[in-house]
């Protein structure tokens, strides 16, 4: 059995599909590509995909993450064109790799997130940064299935900076772009918990809902302060191969190794 490693999108207008509409969209896309998936034993067989820590509806993605089981190798950059031909714009899978090791979902420790903060001056944004920071900790509220959750917003937050917009993107209204980096906890931390972070310690409050998009996922490196890619060790455990000028590519062979 060979497995595959996805990265996927989620932009524009479909960052407002939930996680099962995408679930139904990619196993549309397998059957329509003719993966040869494999499949989970019982009395209703469904093909074997691990999903890992989806974003919440409403917010974009450039790096999300699934893993699928195949009964037949195939070739990752093949496959990741064969299903961007079946899915929708938008939802695009701009990564494939073959596993090689093990526990992607224990690789994905935190997020770099992007808040684009319409009708609020950059400086107004940078102030509230500055106190959230400086707070010990921020209590929110989050409404959950069993009622209201109180927890603190400010200990998942690594970094927190306050940007001028892009220069193509600026207009006439004030607008500031939050960039922050969030350790993956329980219970988990969302962009929108910081938003009601910054309101409860700054009485910031945008006029319109922040447009939210995760940059990167992945393992939080405590020296450099970053977000690595997941995918990196697959690459690095891969198989080295010998590409000639007359013959494709193949695997090496051991030095010293003889014919029989």
């Known amino acids: 059995m060979q497995r595959i490693r996805l990265r996927y999108t989620k932009r524009g207008r479909l960052r407002f599909t939930s996680h099962r509409d995408f679930q139904r969209a990619f196993e549309r896309a397998l059957r329509r590509s003719e993966v040869p998936m494999a499949y989970s ?9 691990s999903y890992a820590n989806a974003a919440p509806t409403g917010t974009g993605s450039e790096a999300e993450f699934l ?28 990564d494939a790799v ?24 950059v400086e107004d944004a940078r102030k509230a940064v500055a106190a959230f920071l400086a ?28 940007l001028d917009p892009e220069p193509d993107r600026s207009g006439d209204r004030p607008c500031a772009i939050l960039r922050l980096v969030v350790r993956h906890v329980t219970p988990a931390v969302r962009p929108d918990d910081v938003l009601s972070g910054l309101r409860a310690v700054a009485d910031l409050a945008p006029p319109v809902p922040a447009a ?9 490196d405590e020296e450099s302060g970053t977000v690595t890619d997941p ?30």
């Not at 699928?68 to 064969?82: H, K, M, Y």
């Not at 939210?212 to 939080?220: I, K, P, S, Y």
């Not at 690459?235 to 003889?258: F, K, Q």
Request: aromatic fraction near 4%.
């Open 41 to 49: 034993a019982g009395f209703t067989p469904h093909p074997k995909v």
């Open 67 to 94: 893993e699928i089981a195949l009964t037949e190798a195939r070739d990752p950059g093949t496959l990741r064109d064969l299903l961007n031909a079946s899915m929708p714009d938008g939802l695009d899978i701009i």
């Open 98 to 121: 073959e596993a090689h090791t093990s526990g992607l979902a224990d690789r994905l420790t935190a997020s770099v997130w992007e808040m684009r903060l319409d009708g609020v001056a």
């Open 135 to 162: 707070a010990e900790a921020v209590e929110v509220q989050r409404r959950a299935k069993n009622g209201m959750r109180t927890f603190d917003a400010r200990a998942a937050v690594v970094d927190l900076q306050a």
């Open 212 to 220: 939210v998009t995760r940059l990167a996922q992945g393992l939080f």
């Open 231 to 260: 995918l990196a060790p697959d690459r690095e455990a891969a198989p080295a191969v010998l590409v000639t000028a007359d013959r494709p590519a193949v695997a090496t062979a051991p030095e010293g190794a003889g014919s029989a």
